[in-house]
């Protein structure tokens, strides 16, 4: 159903602020969605961490509209009924922000002010926000998985062949699981392994192991080598395709994974090989420190080490915490991922 103009009007007049055009002119056409699940602005889903994001119909939207010290004069447009978590969008100038920029809110963690909310941006206004996510949707960039939109993304590069087996990566940041201050950046990465189908039967084989070269922004390299991915030891044969998800974290903005996992052949037991993971990048998106904070940093130049960033902790291979896709269909409990407890 669409949003007539005077409802439009009123709701400008209830939270006493212009809503842009571009805005106006999709609640025109179409009124977003009542808390529903899956949500149509995209979903994500790790072993007991699930998101899924409505686009919000413009009562629930006004109602909550921000006024508090941190997020002055900010209209949800999404909401997640698992994590609590929405996109905001300023509808004036303030606190740090731009006119009609869309963000992730992220307190910061280490200061005493609850108003120091650093933003993550998603979009620099409606439109843009909006149809980069469809574009995105329609051109298959973002994969349905049983009715859900999922908010992987895939560089098509991002490919390794060994032999008759084919390894592809596709990543997302979880802005939920993450934090500027102290810096904690949360991605997640969906893994799919395939053997060709023109394979011979006799090339079947068993995932026995995997190694893991894990570099961070500042060049700091860890190795992680273990057994078998998400606890199994999956069975690869002609036409076979075997998908998983993990997640890593990051002290840096940036960083990347490559390595290989160890297979053995199932007719010639003896034979191992090794099969490419292709490196795969993970960027966090661009993100605005919070006012407050800067404000407090100059006021407490006394204090400073207590707003220092420490960047020592290293990224890890989380295998132990994968699931397969068949978690994807089963909203699991909100809250941060086991590794984070």
Same mark, same amino acid.
């Given at each position: 159903?669409?949003?007539?103009?005077?409802?439009?009007?009123?709701?400008?007049?209830?939270?006493?602020?212009?809503?842009?055009?571009?805005?106006?002119?999709?609640?025109?056409?179409h009124n977003g969605q009542k808390l529903v699940v899956?949500?149509?602005?995209?979903?994500?889903?790790?072993?007991?961490?699930?998101?899924?994001?409505?686009?919000?119909?413009?009562?629930?939207?006004?109602?909550?509209?921000?006024?508090?010290?941190?997020?002055?004069?900010?209209?949800?447009?999404?909401?997640?009924?698992?994590?609590?978590?929405?996109?905001?969008?300023?509808?004036?100038?303030?606190?740090?922000?731009?006119?009609?920029?869309?963000?992730?809110?992220?307190?910061?963690?280490?200061?005493?002010?609850?108003?120091?909310?650093?933003?993550?941006?998603?979009? +620099?206004?409606?439109?843009?926000?909006?149809?980069?996510?469809?574009?995105?949707? !329609?051109? $298959?960039?973002? &994969? =349905? /998985?049983?009715?859900?939109?999922?908010?992987?993304?895939?560089?098509?590069?991002?490919?390794?062949?060994?032999?008759?087996?084919?390894?592809?990566?596709?990543?997302?940041?979880?802005?939920?699981?993450?934090?500027?201050?102290?810096?904690?950046?949360?991605?997640?990465?969906?893994?799919?392994?395939?053997?060709?189908?023109?394979?011979?039967?006799?090339?079947?084989?068993?995932?026995?192991?995997?190694?893991?070269?894990? +570099?961070?922004?500042?060049?700091?390299?860890?190795?992680?080598?273990?057994?078998? !991915?998400? $606890?199994?030891? &999956? =069975? /690869?044969?002609?036409?076979?395709?075997?998908?998983?998800?993990?997640?890593?974290?990051?002290?840096?903005t940036s960083g990347y994974m490559e390595g290989y996992?160890?297979?053995?052949?199932?007719?010639?037991?003896?034979?191992?090989?090794?099969?490419?993971?292709?490196?795969?990048?993970?960027?966090?998106?661009?993100?605005?420190?919070?006012?407050?904070?800067?404000?407090?940093?100059?006021?407490?130049?006394?204090?400073?080490?207590?707003?220092?960033?420490?960047?020592?902790?290293?990224?890890?291979?989380?295998?132990?915490?994968?699931?397969?896709?068949?978690?994807?269909?089963?909203?699991?409990?909100?809250?941060?991922?086991?590794?984070?407890?």
């Amino acid at each position: 159903f669409s949003v007539r103009e005077e409802d439009l009007d009123a709701v400008e007049a209830q939270i006493g602020c212009k809503l842009p055009d571009d805005y106006r002119c999709s609640f025109r056409i179409h009124n977003g969605q009542k808390l529903v699940v899956p949500g149509l602005m995209g979903s994500m889903a790790l072993s007991n961490h699930y998101r899924s994001e409505d686009l919000l119909d413009i009562d629930t939207a006004a109602g909550g509209f921000q006024q508090r010290l941190g997020l002055k004069q900010c209209l949800p447009l999404t909401f997640c009924i698992h994590t609590g978590l929405s996109q905001y969008m300023a509808l004036e100038s303030v606190e740090g922000r731009n006119k009609y920029e869309i963000f992730y809110q992220c307190p910061d963690q280490m200061a005493r002010n609850p108003s120091a909310i650093d933003m993550f941006i998603t979009g +620099t206004s409606y439109l843009e926000w909006f149809t980069s996510y469809v574009n995105k949707v !329609v051109t $298959g960039g973002y &994969p =349905i /998985i049983r009715d859900q939109i999922f908010r992987y993304v895939h560089d098509k590069e991002c490919v390794a062949t060994t032999g008759d087996i084919t390894v592809s990566v596709s990543t997302s940041f979880l802005p939920e699981l993450s934090s500027v201050h102290p810096p904690h950046y949360f991605f997640t990465y969906r893994i799919r392994i395939e053997m060709s189908k023109d394979a011979l039967p006799e090339k079947a084989c068993q995932l026995d192991s995997r190694y893991w070269r894990i +570099t961070n922004a500042k060049g700091d390299v860890e190795e992680v080598q273990g057994p078998g !991915v998400v $606890g199994e030891f &999956p =069975i /690869i044969s002609p036409g076979r395709v075997y998908e998983y998800t993990s997640c890593t974290t990051f002290s840096t903005t940036s960083g990347y994974m490559e390595g290989y996992y160890t297979f053995h052949c199932l007719y010639y037991k003896d034979k191992f090989f090794n099969v490419t993971i292709p490196r795969f990048h993970m960027v966090c998106p661009t993100f605005k420190v919070s006012t407050a904070r800067m404000v407090s940093r100059d006021v407490v130049e006394t204090n400073h080490n207590e707003y220092a960033v420490d960047e020592d902790e290293d990224s890890t291979d989380t295998d132990e915490y994968e699931d397969r896709r068949r978690v994807l269909d089963i909203p699991a409990p909100s809250g941060r991922c086991p590794r984070h407890t």
